[in-house]
């Protein structure tokens, strides 16, 4: 085989690292996939640690050790993730997406996969040190959002169901009072969570709160526990939710009128002021 | 600033491309960025594709002309797309998985980022040349497939919804006849789609095609056409689906027995013979 370039073994590997976020790659595994020397693998990845850290695209981790090697972390600088959130408030705010009952419409938005996956990133950053072991969301509109942030994360997504399905096998269901204030149900395949395993839940709408407290009920019942509530959007009233220590990434307010008008703001959290 | 390399250009660049897959970037855009002369940045780009093709890290595309560029396709060997759906089959063959009723549990790998996002890249590989403008499926098991079909084709994501919800404007429903011969009702909102779009249909499962065929009548009301169809999982009866023209990744079929067994295959057309 041809000789291996510093330049190409570079690109590969961050390609590589960064299909796969958050899994170890052992440096031997380079090794013998480019018929290089430990010393040169160690200064190709030093080379990507800076490339990284200058262009902004993330965190390129090493771990010292037997068990160790190289780790990429899709990690989203704030002033990146605060100026990609207010553009998406700008996509988002005035007359146009406000529908009758002053709902807003962003269904396009919680499915274009660029705007999704940096959304995952963003919410995946803030929950890494939590080490989740899957993330949990209600179907269906928070499912590609979630899913993105399983993905930057490198864990499972969980999807709880309205009602219980004969092709998930045996399950837990769980009645909570939803926002309309009706009784619903939540369900659950056993198969899909362990005991003692820590969870994040993400989802695409935080108002009173009733759902994000039915998916905590929900884990209570698997004896999981929560490390972390994620939403796209949160209304700005109630102020008062059902849960707490939830973020989100927007906040919305219907200013009513005719037409009324949708204010959506980057949260304070991500874009924090002066 | 401190001049770039040529092996932290490269990397910082296949990074930033395969992050947008099926996106043009100009190169004046990667000039401007990098402080490189048009020459330079081409030559760069020659090597990134050599890449790319030496380990089977997708292509890298040119396009020339005022309005040319370089677009990154996330395009799998079919050596590769095989051996990958391969192992997935040996993951769900067997007895473990079977439900009562004769149902296959594999709500875990639809949602399991990895195989996710391998599985949406063998799909996407074989409709780049269907140019879809959209992908479109039915909630909820086959959203994450279909997330990671769209992300790879570099087009937005629809999901139709069983019943039509207020925070989707006014919606288009239709019914048709599922699996099991009740009548049920597919919903999807008017701005979700344009006319004369080109859609591809992605979801979870094929039995009989009932819930396909209702995709296709619901893409006709829109004045849509469906320039294809792909399943994640296809059992093996009935042999005569409601639909023609699918392709499935897998298999399925349930060998009757205490316990049942699962046969799992991978796709002729994915794994040919001899």
């Not at 570079?10 to 976020?21: E, Q, T």
């Not at 769980?174 to 362990?194: C, D, F, H, P, W």
């Not at 989802?203 to 929560?226: H, I, P, W, Y």
């Not at 919305?252 to 949260?267: K, M, N, S, Y």
Request: net charge neutral; hydrophobic share 40%; with cysteine.
């Amino acid at each position: 085989m041809e000789k291996i370039r510093r330049n190409e073994r570079m690109s590969a590997m961050l390609k590589m690292l960064s299909d796969s976020p958050n899994r170890l790659f052992t440096l031997s595994s380079f090794c013998e996939l480019f018929g290089s020397a430990k010393s040169t693998m160690s200064e190709d990845i030093d080379a990507l640690r800076r490339v990284a850290d200058t262009f902004d695209l993330g965190k390129i981790e090493t771990v010292t050790g037997a068990a160790g090697g190289v780790i990429y972390r899709p990690v989203i600088s704030p002033a990146k993730a605060c100026g990609y959130i207010e553009t998406l408030c700008d996509r988002l705010s005035g007359q146009e997406r406000v529908l009758p009952g002053g709902f807003l419409y962003y269904s396009d938005i919680l499915s274009e996969p660029e705007a999704v996956n940096r959304m995952g990133e963003i919410i995946a950053t803030e929950y890494y040190t939590g080490t989740p072991d899957f993330v949990l969301t209600m179907e269906t509109k928070g499912i590609p959002v979630a899913f993105a942030t399983a993905n930057a994360l490198g864990v499972p997504l969980v999807i709880a169901r309205h009602s219980s399905k004969v092709y998930e096998g045996s399950a837990v269901n769980i009645n909570y009072v939803s926002g309309s204030g009706s009784i619903e149900t939540m369900s659950l395949s056993r198969r899909a969570v362990k005991e003692n395993q820590r969870a994040l839940i993400v989802d695409d709408f935080l108002k009173g709160g009733g759902t994000a407290k039915g998916m905590v009920e929900l884990m209570r019942e698997f004896n999981v526990s929560v490390i972390g509530m994620a939403f796209v959007m949160a209304t700005v009233n109630p102020v008062k939710k059902r849960v707490s220590g939830e973020k989100a990434l927007m906040t919305l307010e219907i200013r009513d009128g005719d037409p009324a008008e949708a204010i959506v703001r980057p949260a304070e959290w991500l874009c924090r002021i002066g």
